[in-house]
Protein backbone atom coordinates (compact mmCIF):
# COMPACT_ATOMS: atom_id res chain seq x y z
CA UNK A 1 0.00 0.00 0.00
CA UNK A 2 1.12 3.72 -0.71
CA UNK A 3 0.36 6.62 1.54
CA UNK A 4 0.12 9.73 -0.87
CA UNK A 5 0.45 12.95 0.81
CA UNK A 6 -0.33 16.06 -1.14
CA UNK A 7 1.14 19.93 -0.02
CA UNK A 8 -0.19 22.91 -2.05
CA UNK A 9 -1.48 25.99 -1.83
CA UNK A 10 -4.44 26.17 0.63
CA UNK A 11 -6.50 27.43 -2.60
CA UNK A 12 -6.19 24.02 -4.43
CA UNK A 13 -7.93 22.22 -1.43
CA UNK A 14 -11.53 22.07 -2.73
CA UNK A 15 -10.35 21.02 -6.60
CA UNK A 16 -8.16 18.70 -5.24
CA UNK A 17 -10.86 17.32 -3.23
CA UNK A 18 -13.37 17.19 -5.62
CA UNK A 19 -10.64 15.29 -8.38
CA UNK A 20 -10.06 12.49 -5.66
CA UNK A 21 -14.14 12.41 -4.99
CA UNK A 22 -14.25 11.91 -8.83
CA UNK A 23 -11.91 8.98 -9.14
CA UNK A 24 -13.58 7.40 -6.14
CA UNK A 25 -11.64 7.77 -3.55
CA UNK A 26 -13.58 9.08 0.08
CA UNK A 27 -11.69 9.36 3.69
CA UNK A 28 -9.14 11.84 3.35
CA UNK A 29 -7.54 13.14 5.98
CA UNK A 30 -6.98 16.82 5.65
CA UNK A 31 -5.40 19.88 7.29
CA UNK A 32 -4.76 23.35 6.84
CA UNK A 33 -1.57 25.50 8.38
CA UNK A 34 0.64 27.85 7.77
CA UNK A 35 4.49 27.79 6.68
CA UNK A 36 7.44 28.49 9.12
CA UNK A 37 8.27 32.49 9.21
CA UNK A 38 11.19 33.28 7.46
CA UNK A 39 12.06 29.81 6.11
CA UNK A 40 11.06 30.41 2.45
CA UNK A 41 9.71 34.18 1.46
CA UNK A 42 7.89 33.09 -1.34
CA UNK A 43 6.13 30.37 0.20
CA UNK A 44 2.35 30.88 0.42
CA UNK A 45 0.78 32.29 3.35
CA UNK A 46 -1.18 29.29 4.05
CA UNK A 47 -0.74 25.27 3.25
CA UNK A 48 -3.22 22.37 2.31
CA UNK A 49 -2.42 18.75 3.01
CA UNK A 50 -3.95 15.58 2.08
CA UNK A 51 -3.48 11.62 2.87
CA UNK A 52 -4.79 9.26 1.26
CA UNK A 53 -3.68 5.48 1.60
CA UNK A 54 -4.06 3.38 -2.01
CA UNK A 55 -2.84 0.81 -3.68
CA UNK A 56 0.51 1.50 -5.31
CA UNK A 57 -1.19 1.27 -9.01
CA UNK A 58 -4.00 3.81 -7.79
CA UNK A 59 -1.11 6.43 -6.17
CA UNK A 60 1.21 6.33 -9.63
CA UNK A 61 -2.23 7.05 -11.19
CA UNK A 62 -3.44 10.16 -9.05
CA UNK A 63 0.42 12.04 -9.08
CA UNK A 64 0.32 11.70 -13.03
CA UNK A 65 -3.17 13.11 -13.19
CA UNK A 66 -3.32 15.38 -10.56
CA UNK A 67 -0.61 16.88 -11.62
CA UNK A 68 -1.45 17.59 -15.21
CA UNK A 69 -5.02 17.72 -14.41
CA UNK A 70 -3.92 21.06 -11.56
CA UNK A 71 -1.89 23.03 -13.47
CA UNK A 72 -1.69 26.33 -12.47
CA UNK A 73 0.69 29.64 -11.06
CA UNK A 74 -0.24 27.64 -7.44
CA UNK A 75 2.32 25.17 -5.48
CA UNK A 76 1.61 21.56 -5.30
CA UNK A 77 3.99 18.59 -4.35
CA UNK A 78 3.20 15.80 -3.58
CA UNK A 79 5.19 12.89 -1.16
CA UNK A 80 4.57 8.68 -1.75
CA UNK A 81 5.83 6.40 1.20
CA UNK A 82 5.18 2.58 1.30
CA UNK A 83 3.04 1.34 3.96
CA UNK A 84 2.74 -2.40 5.43
CA UNK A 85 -0.78 -2.98 6.86
CA UNK A 86 -1.15 -5.09 9.51
CA UNK A 87 -4.41 -5.73 11.67
CA UNK A 88 -6.77 -2.88 12.03
CA UNK A 89 -9.00 -0.83 9.70
CA UNK A 90 -6.98 -1.41 6.36
CA UNK A 91 -6.25 -5.75 6.85
CA UNK A 92 -8.09 -8.04 5.13
CA UNK A 93 -8.53 -5.76 1.81
CA UNK A 94 -7.92 -6.24 -1.49
CA UNK A 95 -4.73 -4.60 -2.61
CA UNK A 96 -5.63 -4.16 -6.19
CA UNK A 97 -7.42 -1.26 -7.95
CA UNK A 98 -11.12 -2.21 -7.12
CA UNK A 99 -10.46 -1.90 -3.48
CA UNK A 100 -9.32 1.59 -4.38
CA UNK A 101 -12.79 3.24 -2.50
CA UNK A 102 -12.63 1.06 0.51
CA UNK A 103 -9.02 1.54 1.12
CA UNK A 104 -9.09 5.24 0.92
CA UNK A 105 -12.49 5.46 3.14
CA UNK A 106 -11.03 3.48 6.09
CA UNK A 107 -7.93 5.52 5.73
Known sequence: ????????DEELLE???AEL???GISGMATA???????VDPHLPISLCRIEIIVPPEICDQLVDELGRNLTSDKRL???VETVYVSG???????T????R???AAHA
Open 101 to 103: TAV
Open 21 to 23: SQR
Open 96 to 99: DSSA
Open 77 to 79: SFC
Open 32 to 38: LGRPIPD
Open 1 to 8: MRRLTVIA
Open 15 to 17: PLE
Open 88 to 94: GLLSGLP
